[in-house]
């Protein structure tokens, strides 16, 4: 049931940068979603949470250059 993981070594800056604003706006749309009407499976979201804050310590590495 596990979603698999994205290798993030090999997309590029911009490519990451524009998987994070997708998937930011995606986040957003399920939480508002569950909001009004509870989703079947409220783990998800901590899941994507989870997989923003991944890329977005991807991409910060990579800016301070390790």
Known sequence: MAKAKVDLKGLSEQDLREKISEDQLRLKKVTFSHAITP???PMSIRAM???IARMKTELRKRELGF
């Open 39 to 41: 989703i079947e499976n």
């Open 49 to 51: 949470r989870r997989e």
